[in-house]
């Protein structure tokens, strides 16, 4: 019994094909939560797929409704060892993006993994049947091994992450006492790099809205009517202008980030963006004054995702009647999602765009993130590190977004996430991927975590 022969037992699930036969069976499952007659299919994971694996490790499971009307399936499972022993919490979600059937490449399906050299297609391969399936594995082995986890886990399993995670928060609210816990460890997201083993410990907010600027019925001629009616595109786009500068930068004051502290500065000092497959990144763009780096994990950065004024797909000589722009902040801790709009409230009302109408747009996530100093933090560096043989990439708060401020706000929990994917996985998009070779070192790296979480000499 020893770390070294669970770990082989991991290498041996890899390169026997049992860990692509397991996942192939769950990328099957078409568990496409933005599709509500797939809501059958949600279950399906939950009750037929997961649970009996689960089971089988001595878990006990039961499936939930989610109270709200857009929420998806849970699925809850615990297994309990001793009151003397910490106790994790983990997170998974089981549900897909639409899989864009017809857009995949000649040879390639969203519902059968189809492997090319290093590359596995296949939707959810990434995003995140493959690294659930790879925790729970991981898992599994240390086990088989031990005879026991040496630890007690809650594991949570949602349907609807990819629609936004409705009910998610009041789910984990409601149900607090389901996941008591010492600590939180998932994996969902992109690596640094793909040979980079990473740890991330929040993720930044993001909070979508809309401005609107209605100004009257129709349309009218330009050649009868302009220099005689406002237009309000151009006075949709003079409002932006004042909100984010032609090189990126944020000039809404009280969108701007509060300063990284001492150790978050120094973490992400160590790491770099872009590389391989990544587009080429503009140096100039973005908050002046920080690295492309810090602008990613340690700023708020602003977006436009799409402006319309007219019919852009025909246009025709008239003066047209509204504008409309959606938009899009990303915010690191320190800023207040409740906030954004009353700020760009009054900026504009200073800035004289009182006509301008603001609506959100979804519900925001908060940012969140753990001190890299963190003992939690410290401890699963030191796991990743060990088992990896290489520098672990750490990163304070993942520069995406997801529903960690539930974990870690309303469970109140530490929260480590070690991702198995990388940035050109396409996932959300036809083709989605994962790498065989970053499975294969993701398997290695979950079990000797598991196993040191079972050591004995964890932080309490």
């Known amino acids: 019994m020893s770390r070294a022969a669970a770990l082989a037992r991991s290498q041996h699930y890899f390169t026997s094909g049992e860990f692509l036969h397991e996942l192939s069976s769950r990328v099957r499952v078409r568990t496409e939560s933005p599709d509500p007659q797939r809501q059958p299919d949600l279950y399906e994971y939950l009750h037929d797929v997961l649970t009996p694996a689960l089971s089988a490790m001595g878990f006990s499971c039961q499936v939930f409704d989610n109270a709200h009307p ?44 189809v492997v090319e050299g290093d590359r596995w297609y296949g939707r959810g391969t990434a995003d995140n049947k493959g690294q659930h399936t790879i925790n729970l594995a991981a898992m599994r082995h240390v086990l ?132 391989g497959d990544s587009p080429t990144i503009d140096p100039l ?53 409740s906030e954004l709009l009353p700020a760009l409230r009054r900026h504009l009302d200073s800035h004289g765009f009182q006509a301008i109408e603001l609506e959100p747009a979804g519900v925001a996530m908060n940012a969140t993130r753990l ?12 796991s990743v590190g060990r088992t990896s043989g290489k520098e672990v990439a750490v990163l304070p708060n993942l520069g995406g977004s997801l529903p960690n401020d539930v974990f870690a706000d309303v469970l109140g929990l530490a929260t480590i996430w070690v991702p198995h994917s990388y940035a050109g996985c396409s996932q959300h998009a036809p083709n989605e991927h994962v790498l065989g070779s970053i499975c294969a070192e993701a398997l290695q790296i979950m079990t000797g975590l598991w196993w040191d979480l079972g050591a004995g000499s964890t932080p309490r």
């Not at 001190?371 to 030191?382: F, G, L, S, T, Y």
């Open 144 to 275: 088989d091994e031990r005879g026991s986890l040496g630890f007690n886990a809650v594991l949570l399993f949602e349907t609807g992450e990819e629609c936004g995670s409705p009910g998610l928060g009041d789910f984990c609210a409601a149900h607090r006492d389901l996941f008591a816990a010492d600590v939180f460890i998932a994996s969902d997201g992109p690596r640094m790099q793909p040979d980079a083993p990473t740890i991330f410990m929040g993720s930044r907010g993001a909070f979508n809205f809309t401005m609107r600027l209605n100004l009257r019925d129709g349309g009218h001629h330009s050649g009868n009517w302009g220099g005689l009616l406002s237009n309000p595109g151009v006075i949709m786009a003079h409002a932006l202008s004042t909100m984010v500068s032609s090189s990126g930068e944020i000039l809404v004051d009280q969108w701007k980030a509060p300063p990284m502290s001492a150790s978050v500065q120094q973490a992400i000092s160590r790491l770099t963006v872009g590389g």
């Open 285 to 337: 763009w973005g908050e002046p004054g920080h690295t492309p780096e810090e602008r990613v994990f340690g700023t708020n950065t602003f977006e436009i995702l799409a402006f319309e004024t007219g019919n852009p797909r025909n246009p025709v000589n008239a003066i047209p009647p509204r504008a409309v722009a959606h938009c899009h902040i990303r915010f690191v801790t320190g800023t207040e999602a």
């Open 70 to 113: 857009a929420g998806c399936p849970f699925l809850v499972a615990r297994r309990h060892e001793s009151d003397d022993v910490p106790t994790v919490m983990s997170y998974g979600h089981g549900d897909v993006v639409l899989g864009y059937d017809d857009q995949w490449r000649d040879g390639l399906s969203p519902w059968e993994i």
């Open 371 to 382: 001190d890299p100093a963190h003992p939690w933090a410290q401890w699963a560096i030191e």
